[in-house]
């Protein structure tokens, strides 16, 4: 064998260089420019081909097989540094316990619902699915629909009890949601049944627990031969499903011009178990709503034939339910715009 | 109102009932019960005492030394009562008894004198707050030694009947109505009152009843040789636990009638009557009485008033006048047991601010038979207090009530009709346990097979029961309603209707809360500073809803935009700070709103039913067929009177607002960069754009309003908009809204330096905007 060309010995050093470097390539990102340096198109190895002219014609052959050797040799070498180092990427990524979950969350823009809208929109959700038409009704509205039309004539002393927002025009804010029952009357005949929530106004000075403006939800089933029974269970489904629990209810004597008979509906207190408690001021029953078998007179204001239709009504407080839902201290809070509390659901 | 259960069980045998557990189902029955409070007990190791002699105390002036009579032994106690005096009945409470109050009674000294026991008050007893003496047994016949709760009557449980749960029950206004229930309820006879009288033949005194409308009976009867003392010690600590002070025996027996018949009753000093004559009648505009409270009263034309031949002397049915008021010297009274109009004693009552036991009474449409019933009540308790008295004259009766008795209502259903309306069978609730329950509650009951033709109860029939349902009721609440099965109604399985805009209402909401902004629900109310910091004056912008009687200054109006009051909220949002983060300058909130605002144009919606408003008269009279008296004259008022609402669209208001830097007193001259009303503006955009998609709907355009800032925007929107304002139109070329950065002269009033862009656009224009249907490849 005779001695090696001057271009094997510099080919074969070079080989023992890159194998170095890359074995010395610490990041993916260096390895990267160490490839782009080594491999790449203006890269060092392919600029050897352009010593061809310069290789004696006999070695040219060998030349050319040498330097695709060393482009392979290395290119080798950087996959496996590649792997390797990825390999120890991977590693520390899956040993990394440095995040501290207590630290504060990155702020993210979200937005709140109402809390009454969120209670009203679950309420609305159990009724639909109950066959309930949903709807929505005045809140100015004329005499007739909040008081004659619900038996409560001129001098009835229910007028003063729920003390009237009156307006110049003659027609007041509507005191409750009954006012919305003769309309559905005359806009789905019979047999119907409907839940109507909303804005209530009352014209009384406010406190902790009272409120000039609330809101509540009025219910109404207008069918033949409705019966104190159907009231029960209707009543417990529909308030164990609002109340996400299976609730004990009853039914004791309430005087309300638009239902006869009228009740005032208990539930067993929650907190106690009935066995009496701060909460139910030892009683053991917490009252929640006014109900009853429609009055005739109201079945007659709206167009029905007492002898042929009945119905049952209740009115639910939106608001008192929102406050026991999520133990809201000041009836005042909901309607205060307060970010700092609605931020909280 | 409080019920005594000891008084009670005078009318009704309660042997062997617990009052304590008994009121829970009272409640169910009958009414709602506050509180069940115990009254008199612990009290078994006092005992009747007589004082027999009365020494000074050596070494004070106040105290004295009584020797009281136990009965069989004597004690000699230190007693400081400044009506201590010989011959008076008291309580001695022996050393080492421990009183309710706690006190435990000494066997020791007082300022060095031996004081085995003690003479005591009500206070010291627990059974009042009265401190002033020692409690004076008059009228206990009981030996001297004999434990105070055999001699008198202690050991009674009150029931605080909630008062608003029997305003539609005159009856229950007194004991009897009361224990009536009871009886009921225990199945047992309500002892009638006994009512027989030795009266005399002449008229009281001449009376004339000028205002029957207002007085439909008048009852009195003049009494001689009266004395006026306290009343028996039963009578005054049976008032006291009921909420009523003692008087003297005349007035205390006219608080006791009125609260065991419900009917209140007034004594006058005859001498005081001038003239000799009563006449009832209706005030003269200008009159004035004062009352027994002191207090000069200006009367009015339509309250009713007892005169004597001179005018006044009492407000009817609410207060005597101090004039002719019973004193210590009176020795001759005449009686009025009367029936009043409910709703002219309320009005009075109302206008003068005096709610008076009586009126509270009257005022709930009492039964006028209960008139006569009262004042033999009170007449026999007089005797029965002073053997002396005499009732010198006939019980007179006058008013329209005697004139023409009133025919007896009757309700004629069926059994079958009152079952199904409770939802029982007739195995459950048979015939003649509704017969029963009916006739003991006093309803006479005629029974031809189903038929039923029941007769009302005077004493019910004033306003409370009326029509087969109020049957319904009476069975329900004394079958209990605990016992009605529950059952499922069986309705038509139908898809629920829900409108249009409801649905489009909730879209909005979660897309807007999803969008990063906060709902809000606030007052239907404008608050007048804020539109003024606002520069929304009326004169410049359209006109409001006004009320008549406002809650305060601030609330005069009905909001007709919903963004003043949300703008309010997003400043305060922007000092208080929001969801965790501190106020600081850049904070940055969403806000929006979706309620009614209203404007005083005349809706299509009348407030009536369709047929009142469009009928002919055929309609109009078959739908008022079967209606009756009040409800058929309110139904034809409110026809006669019909009146357009105002409308009340449903708004979308949104507002995104930015603090700006600075803020100090006097450095409130901040304006923005444009950059910061640029973003805040996009944001809205941004919000719109997001909102379309979701909604499935044609975007909305921003149209520019014109080059020139208007303060004052003729078509009722607010009068903040700057060059930055644009309309909002839809693909059809409807304007439905509006997007505005503050006007700056409207920005530099607020109370923080800070930008705001805000929106308002109407609901059912949005809901008109046409699905998005153009998608591209």
Redesign the interface.
């Known amino acids: 064998m005779s001695e090696l060309p001057d271009w094997q010995i510099e080919i074969d050093a070079g080989a023992g260089r890159w194998q170095a470097e890359v074995n010395a390539a610490e990041s993916l990102e260096a390895l990267r420019s160490l490839e782009v340096q080594a491999l790449g198109k203006q890269g060092e190895i392919p600029a050897l081909m352009k010593r061809i002219p310069q290789i004696l014609p006999q070695d040219r052959k060998g030349f050319g097989q040498a330097v695709n050797a060393l482009q392979a040799t290395v290119a080798a070498a950087i996959e496996v540094r590649r792997q390797a180092l990825v390999e120890t990427l991977i590693a520390a990524e899956l040993n990394d316990t440095s995040f501290d979950p207590t630290q504060a969350a990155l702020p993210l823009r979200v937005g709140h619902p109402h809390p009454l809208s969120t209670v009203q929109a679950d309420i609305e959700a159990i009724f639909t699915s109950m066959g309930f038409h949903v709807l929505d009704y005045p809140e100015i509205e004329s005499e007739f629909d909040n008081f004659e039309a619900l038996n409560i004539p001129g001098w009835h002393p229910a007028r003063e009890m729920q003390d009237t927002f009156w307006l110049e025009s003659g027609h007041l804010l509507r005191t409750h949601t009954s006012s919305g029952q003769v309309r559905a009357m005359h806009e789905f005949k019979a047999p119907f049944r409907a839940i109507f929530p909303g804005k209530v106004f009352r014209y009384e000075s406010t406190d902790a627990s009272h409120e000039h403006t609330f809101h509540q939800v009025e219910g109404l089933m207008i069918d033949r031969k409705v019966t104190v029974g159907h009231l029960l269970d209707s009543m417990r489904t529909l308030l164990s499903a609002i109340l996400q629990r299976e609730v004990e209810i009853r039914l004791r004597p309430g005087y309300f011009p638009f239902v006869e008979p009228g009740f005032e509906l208990d539930i067993r207190c929650q907190v106690c178990a009935g066995a009496g408690c701060s909460a139910c001021k030892r009683r053991g029953w917490l009252e929640l709503l006014p109900c009853g078998l429609v009055h005739p007179n109201v079945l007659r204001a709206g167009g029905l034939d007492p002898d042929e239709w009945q119905g049952w009504a209740f009115g639910l407080g939106l608001s008192r339910l929102v406050m026991m839902r999520y133990g809201v201290p000041d009836v005042r809070l909901l309607m205060g715009g307060d970010l700092r509390f609605l931020s909280q659901f | 109102m409080l019920v005594s259960w000891r008084w009670l069980s005078q009318f009704v045998d309660t042997q062997g009932v617990d009052p304590l557990q008994f009121a829970e189902k009272f409640?169910?029955?009958?009414?709602?019960i506050d509180d069940v409070v115990q009254w008199g007990f612990g009290l078994r190791d006092v005992l009747v005492a007589d004082v027999l002699a009365m020494a000074p105390h050596p070494n004070a002036d106040k105290l004295r030394l009584a020797t009281v009579d136990l009965g069989g032994r004597t004690v000699q106690v230190v007693c400081g009562a400044p009506d201590l005096r010989v011959g008076l009945r008291v309580p001695f409470v022996p050393p080492g008894v421990t009183l309710p109050s706690g006190i435990t009674v000494r066997d020791g000294e007082v300022r060095g004198v031996a004081s085995p026991g003690m003479l005591a008050s009500e206070k010291d007893l627990g059974l009042s707050d009265e401190n002033a003496g020692l409690l004076s047994l008059d009228g206990c016949t009981a030996p001297a030694g004999t434990p105070l709760h055999l001699a008198i009557e202690l050991e009674d449980v009150l029931y605080d009947v909630d008062n608003k749960?029997i305003?539609?029950?005159p009856d229950l206004w007194g004991l009897y109505g009361v224990a009536r229930e009871v009886a009921a309820m225990l199945d047992k006879p309500l002892r009638p009152f006994d009512l027989e009288l030795k009266l005399g033949t002449a008229m009281p005194l001449a009376i004339r009843v000028d205002a029957p409308e207002a007085c439909p009976r008048y009852t009195c009867a003049r009494l001689t040789n009266v004395a006026v003392a306290p009343a028996p010690v039963n009578a005054r600590l049976l008032l006291r636990r009921l909420g009523t002070r003692p008087i003297s025996n005349l007035v205390d027996a006219t608080n006791l009638v009125m609260l065991e018949t419900g009917n209140p009753l007034h004594a006058f000093d005859a001498r005081s009557l001038r003239g000799n004559a009563i006449t009832v009648r209706r005030a003269h505009a200008h009159e004035t009485l004062t009352t027994l409270d002191g207090q000069l009263r200006q009367l009015q034309a339509h309250d009713c008033v007892i005169c004597d031949a001179e005018g006044p002397i009492a407000l009817a049915g609410i207060m005597g006048g101090a004039d002719s008021e019973i004193r210590p010297d009176t020795t001759e009274v005449v009686l009025e047991a009367a029936n009043f109009d409910a709703?002219t004693i309320?009005r009075t009552a109302?206008r003068l601010g005096m709610r008076s036991e009586s009126s509270a009474r009257f005022?709930k449409a009492l039964d006028p038979v209960m008139a006569e019933v009262a004042a033999r009540r009170f007449l026999k308790l007089c005797q029965a207090w002073q053997p002396q008295a005499q009732i010198v004259s006939q019980l007179a009766d006058m008013g329209p009530f005697t004139a023409e008795a009133k025919p007896l209502s009757i309700i004629r259903t069926t059994g079958t009709y009152l079952r199904?309306?409770?939802?029982?069978t007739v195995a459950e609730l048979s015939d003649a346990w509704l017969d029963a329950c009916l006739t003991q509650l006093e309803f006479a009951v005629a029974r031809s097979g189903d038929a039923l033709a029941v007769t009302i109860p005077s004493f019910r029939a004033t306003k409370d029961i009326k029509?087969a349902?109020?049957l319904?009721?009476e069975l329900?609440?004394h079958y209990g309603?605990?016992n009605?099965?529950?059952?499922?109604?069986k309705?038509?399985?139908?898809?629920?209707?829900?409108?249009p805009?409801?649905l489009l209402e909730?879209q909005v909401?979660?897309t807007?809360?999803?969008?990063?902004?906060?709902?809000?629900?606030?007052?239907?109310?404008d608050d007048e500073d804020t539109r003024k910091r606002l520069l929304l004056s009326e004169p410049d912008g359209a006109p409001r809803?006004?009320?008549?009687?406002?809650?305060s200054s601030q609330h005069t109006h009905?909001r007709r935009n919903l963004l003043p009051?949300l703008l309010?909220?997003a400043e305060?949002?922007l000092v208080?700070?929001?969801?965790?983060?501190p106020a600081r300058k850049g904070l940055n909130?969403?806000?929006f709103e979706i309620g009614?605002v209203?404007v005083?144009e005349k809706s299509d919606?009348?407030?009536?039913?369709?047929?009142l408003v469009n009928g002919t008269e055929a309609e109009v009279a078959a739908?008022t067929a079967?209606?009756e008296g009040?409800?058929l004259?309110?139904?034809l008022?409110?026809r006669a009177?019909t009146?357009p609402?105002?409308l009340?669209p449903i708004r979308l208001g949104l507002v995104f607002a930015e603090r700006l830097g600075g803020g100090a007193e006097g450095s409130k001259l901040v304006f923005p960069a444009p950059e910061v009303t640029h973003r805040l503006l996009q944001q809205m955009i941004a919000a719109l754009s997001h909102l379309m998609k979701w909604l499935g709907r044609d975007a909305l355009t921003l149209q520019a309003t014109g080059p020139e800032a208007s303060l004052g925007a003729p078509d009722g929107q607010p009068s903040w908009r700057s060059k930055l304002g644009f309309d909002l139109v839809t693909s059809t070329g409807e304007t439905i809204g509006f997007v505005a950065a503050l006007h700056p002269r409207v920005r530099i009033e607020l109370d923080q330096p800070a930008q705001a862009v805000v929106a308002e656009l109407d609901l059912r224009a949005l809901e008109r905007v046409p699905l998005f249907k153009r998608v591209n490849p």
Not at chain 2, 27 to 32: D, K
Not at chain 2, 420 to 424: A, C, I, N, S, T
Not at chain 2, 491 to 496: D, M, T
């Open positions: 409640t169910t029955t009958v009414a709602e749960a305003t539609h029950r709703p309320r109302m005022e199904e309306r409770l939802g029982v029509i349902e109020d319904v009721e329900g609440r309603y605990d009605i099965r529950s059952e499922a109604p309705v038509a399985a139908r898809p629920p209707h829900t409108p805009l409801k909730r909401r979660n807007l809360v999803h969008a990063g902004l906060t709902e809000q629900v606030l007052y239907g109310f809803v006004a009320v008549r009687n406002p809650i009905m009051n309010a909220v305060k949002g208080q700070g929001d969801d965790g983060q909130i969403g806000v009614r209203f005083p919606d009348p407030g009536l039913p369709p047929v739908y079967g209606m009040e409800m004259r309110g139904v008022d409110a009177g009146k609402l105002p009340q």
